[in-house]
């Protein structure tokens, strides 16, 4: 948990915290394994109450030595989707940037006698 930062939780209760933390730490295993030693920060925001619907937005960003590594933003009327959505477009941008999706690793073709 060290290397995931959650900023602006002050507007959700504990049931929204844990459901943001939870999906974090789920979303920042996947993410460490294309970039090693990264640091994600994710904003969460309410807005557009009516009644018992708030819409959320999440913006988050990967960095890794202070560098931009990948950023995205996500809205949807259910928290859990957009948390799913945000860790999606981060692990897309990420292989995007570095060509690691469909990548195999290469075995030697050289044959000892």
Do not use: C
């Amino acid at each position: 948990m060290d290397n995931i930062k959650l900023k602006g939780l002050d507007n959700f209760d504990k049931v929204e915290k844990s459901i943001v933390e939870e999906i974090s730490i789920k979303g920042y295993d996947k993410i460490l394994r294309d970039m090693k030693n990264a640091i994600m920060i994710i904003h969460p925001k309410k807005y557009d109450i009516q009644g018992n619907k708030t819409r959320f937005l999440i913006y988050a960003r990967v960095e890794v030595a202070e560098s931009l590594i990948s950023h995205a933003e996500a809205s949807s009327w259910e928290l859990q989707k957009a948390m799913h959505m945000i860790i999606n477009k981060l692990e897309n941008g990420i292989q995007h940037k570095f060509k690691t999706k469909g990548k195999r690793i290469q075995t030697s073709n050289i044959v000892e006698d």
